[in-house]
């Protein structure tokens, strides 16, 4: 008999993982609900601030958004000051009235290899990024950027990506 009483086991208490999924499940279905109420509700803020506005509008189709990457610098260029007074006049002179409406610059470290060199050549470089309705206008005022680096500078390229985006302010 006690062979057979070793034989008998009781369930099992679910495991650590089991535990978990399973009150994962729960708080998801709860969000869920909570949710479901939340977008029936309307807004308190009401319609956006800038309705009615052509250049910052609530919804926007036909939307682009551009990145275009400049080397200002080598890495280790002792005088960073120099390269950042010229990059300013540069924006003012160039690229804000092209895009007054507004844009982004973030600082970044790149590297490229330019055409017969063998090795990448590291820089201090900005990243714009603008948001524009999709016209050949603002198309033209983008590669007219890019042109005027180049000419600045004696760079070979200005790097640009473009894709669609939904915009909304």
């Excluded at 008999?1 to 729960?26: F, G």
């Excluded at 180049?150 to 200005?158: A, F, N, P």
Aim: one cysteine or more; hydrophobic letters at 40%.
């Amino acid at each position: 008999m006690q062979a057979h009483k070793d034989m008998v086991r009781r369930p099992a208490a679910p495991s650590k993982t089991l535990r978990i999924r399973m009150n994962l499940r729960i708080v998801l279905f709860a969000g869920l609900f909570f949710l479901a109420g939340c977008a029936t509700s309307p807004s308190p803020a009401g319609p956006a601030a800038l309705a009615d506005d052509p250049a910052h509008p609530a919804v926007a189709v036909g939307w682009v958004r551009t990145e275009l990457y400049f080397g200002i610098a080598l890495a280790d260029d002792p005088n960073p000051d120099r390269t950042e007074t010229k990059w300013r006049a540069f924006l003012d002179t160039e690229v804000t009235p092209r895009f007054p409406d507004g844009l982004s610059v973030f600082d970044i470290y790149g590297q490229w290899r330019s055409k017969g060199h063998a090795e990448p050549v590291r820089q201090r470089s900005k990243v714009i990024v603008v948001l524009y309705p999709d016209t050949p206008a603002h198309r033209a005022d983008i590669d007219a950027v890019r042109a005027a680096w180049k000419k600045e500078t004696g760079d070979q390229s200005v790097l640009k990506v473009t894709q669609p985006a939904e915009v909304s302010f």
